[in-house]
């Protein structure tokens, strides 16, 4: 799939939604109808696919054409919105489970998965059209909400292990790692330092795991793990 490169239709259903304004990402893009996040390490907006981008928080009312400093969009949510469907696998349909979880394929596209962790959520599924497009809630209290908790696994090479691909990481995130088999020489404590915390969403945001016994770093061990991030 591919963002949009024109503007396209809000396609709201019932009222409007709330709207606040939110400043751009200098340089960026965004035409009016499409989906916008916001970059996590810094707040600021961009098309919903945008490496390091949280999860989606609504939609542009307008088009911004490579947005100068501090320039702000103003952006619609808390409102049902008509999307394009996803293509076979990763297509919504009249079986799928009312509030399911959306994620967005582009700027203007909901995927019924998150392709591997590698998308983030847009919102909750609420039908289908007739002519086969998707009713998504989109909200940021849900979205956000929602992809609070993050879950995963890996195994150590000679201690360490970093995790980087699909996972969203704030600055106020809390990460929990319990080992699930031992191999090696395995340590007695899983750490992560705060100087090996990243800030981003997928793409930037990383976390690097590290053995440890008795206080020294175990470099033997080749042991799996689960880890929970929530925040």
Not at 61 to 87: C, F, K, P, S
Not at 88 to 95: G, H, I
Request: net charge negative; glycine share 14%; aromatic share 6%.
């Amino acid at each position: 799939m591919a963002n949009a490169t024109a503007e396209i239709a809000l396609a709201g259903v019932g009222q409007d939604g709330r709207r606040f304004h939110v400043p751009c990402k200098t340089g960026t893009t965004i035409y009016a109808g499409t989906m916008v996040a916001q970059q996590v390490a810094d707040g600021l907006l961009v098309p919903a696919t945008s490496t390091g981008a949280g999860p989606v928080i609504g939609k542009a009312t307008h088009t911004v054409t490579v947005a100068t400093a501090g320039q702000r969009m103003l952006v619609e949510t808390d409102r049902i919105y008509i999307l394009t469907n996803g293509l076979t696998t990763d297509a919504f349909s009249d079986a799928s489970l009312i509030g399911s979880p959306v994620y967005a394929g582009d700027d203007h596209t909901a995927f019924d998965n998150s392709n591997s962790t590698t998308l983030q959520l847009c919102g909750t599924f609420q039908g289908m059209e007739a002519g086969g497009k998707v009713r998504v809630y989109i909200a940021p209290e849900h979205t956000l909400g929602t992809s609070l908790l993050q879950a995963g696994g890996g195994t150590f090479a000679a201690g360490v292990l970093t995790v980087s691909a699909g996972i969203t990481v704030t600055a106020t995130s809390r990460v929990f790692a319990m080992r699930k088999t031992e191999a090696g020489t395995d340590g007695d404590e899983i750490r992560v330092p705060t100087a090996d915390r990243t800030v981003g969403g997928p793409g930037t945001g990383s976390l690097v795991f590290r053995s440890f016994i008795s206080g020294v770093a175990a470099t033997s061990d080749t042991s799996t793990f689960d880890y929970l991030i929530v925040g």
